[in-house]
């Protein structure tokens, strides 16, 4: 099973735009268009 497979991000309001940020939830991270990872962190209030 492939975990790492992202979820493409869509920004939008009256228009839908590609932002171009994929979300690997898996490893907690988001890679953005320029291929720079950002890891995302939790909060202790999301613990439990």
């Known amino acids: 099973m ?3 497979a992202g979820v493409d991000v ?3 309001m009256d228009f839908m735009v590609p ?3 994929r979300l ?3 490893h907690g991270t988001a890679r953005l268009p320029d291929e ?3 890891p ?4 202790k209030e999301s613990e439990e």
């Open 2 to 4: 492939d975990h790492s």
């Open 10 to 12: 869509v920004l939008g």
């Open 19 to 21: 932002a171009g940020i």
């Open 24 to 26: 690997d939830l898996f």
């Open 36 to 38: 720079d990872m950002v």
């Open 40 to 43: 995302l962190l939790k909060s």
